[in-house]
């Protein structure tokens, strides 16, 4: 089995730095780059297994890269974890809408860092194990196979993240999920828990599950569990 490879594209040369010395201490190969257009480049040209990303670039900024490589074939599949410093949380919504499939708010540590690599790496390749379900919950279909959700006849566009979340939802309905349970399924048992993360996610499902976005319910204080319209 060959190495995964990573493309890290930041700027910050400190960071970018740490972040490379601590993929390849893990046995990863690692591509970089500090300019926003050589990343997508980069992306483009090498086909990584990973990619890691920043917002803030020169050249072209996080999003729209998250954009080009989420819209070509050749790169669509690639998972995308997404750099943000605190105060661009509006933007890791944006990103995650666009495709992104987690974030790391700054500043993290490396071990943190690592676990997410892991957890979005082991995610990407037991994909294709395949259980024969299809769970259905109301309007709302996935097609756990295909990796398809549909709303009514509408197929909604999941990030790997989104996807898992709903359908760890959908498998219990009415059960109540803490946010540990929730990283858990969808991130592996390895990640540091960052309690907000699995907001943003929910936060960008409810987006796009529209007028529908009242069938994930907010138990405060507990977490969110997946109850039917009325
Ligand atoms: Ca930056």
């Given at each position: 089995?060959?190495?995964?490879?990573?493309?890290?594209?930041?700027?910050?040369?400190?960071?970018?730095?740490?972040?490379?010395?601590?993929?390849?201490?893990?046995?990863?190969?690692?591509?970089?780059?500090?300019?926003?257009?050589?990343?997508?480049?980069?992306?483009?040209?090498?086909?990584?297994?990973?990619?890691?990303?920043?917002?803030?670039?020169?050249?072209?900024?996080?999003?729209?890269i998250c954009?080009?490589?989420?819209?070509?074939?050749?790169?669509?599949?690639?998972?995308?974890?997404?750099?943000s410093?605190?105060?661009?949380?509006?933007?890791?919504?944006?990103?995650?809408?666009?495709?992104?499939?987690?974030?790391?708010?700054?500043?993290?540590?490396?071990?943190?860092?690592?676990?997410?690599?892991?957890?979005?790496?082991?995610?990407?390749?037991?994909?294709?194990?395949?259980?024969?379900?299809?769970?259905?919950?109301?309007?709302?279909?996935?097609?756990?196979?295909?990796?398809?959700?549909?709303?009514?006849?509408?197929?909604?566009?999941?990030?790997a993240?989104?996807?898992?979340?709903?359908?760890?939802?959908?498998?219990?309905?009415?059960?109540?999920?803490?946010?540990?349970?929730?990283?858990?399924?969808?991130?592996?048992?390895?990640?540091?828990?960052?309690?907000?993360?699995?907001?943003?996610?929910?936060?960008?499902?409810?987006?796009?599950?529209?007028?529908?976005?009242?069938?994930?319910?907010?138990?405060?204080?507990?977490?969110?569990?997946?109850?039917?319209?009325?």
């Open positions: 089995m060959s190495k995964s490879l990573i493309a890290v594209v930041e700027d910050e040369r400190d960071i970018q730095d740490v972040i490379a010395y601590n993929l390849r201490r893990e046995g990863y190969e690692v591509v970089t780059a500090e300019r926003g257009d050589e990343g997508l480049a980069l992306v483009q040209a090498k086909r990584p297994d990973l990619i890691i990303l920043d917002l803030m670039l020169p050249g072209l900024d996080g999003l729209s954009q080009s490589i989420r819209s070509d074939t050749a790169t669509q599949e690639i998972p995308i974890i997404v750099l410093a605190k105060s661009e949380e509006a933007d890791v919504v944006i990103g995650l809408g666009l495709g992104a499939d987690d974030y790391m708010p700054k500043p993290f540590s490396p071990r943190e860092l690592l676990a997410r690599v892991k957890a979005v790496l082991r995610r990407g390749s037991s994909n294709s194990k395949g259980a024969e379900e299809m769970l259905v919950h109301q309007n709302l279909r996935i097609d756990v196979l295909r990796h398809q959700v549909f709303l009514k006849d509408t197929e909604l566009r999941l990030t993240t989104e996807f898992r979340l709903l359908s760890a939802l959908i498998e219990q309905p009415g059960r109540v999920f803490s946010r540990e349970q929730l990283i858990n399924r969808v991130l592996g048992e390895s990640v540091v828990v960052i309690d907000r993360n699995i907001d943003v996610h929910i936060r960008s499902v409810r987006k796009k599950l529209g007028v529908d976005a009242g069938l994930i319910e907010t138990v405060r204080g507990v977490g969110y569990r997946i109850v039917s319209n009325i």
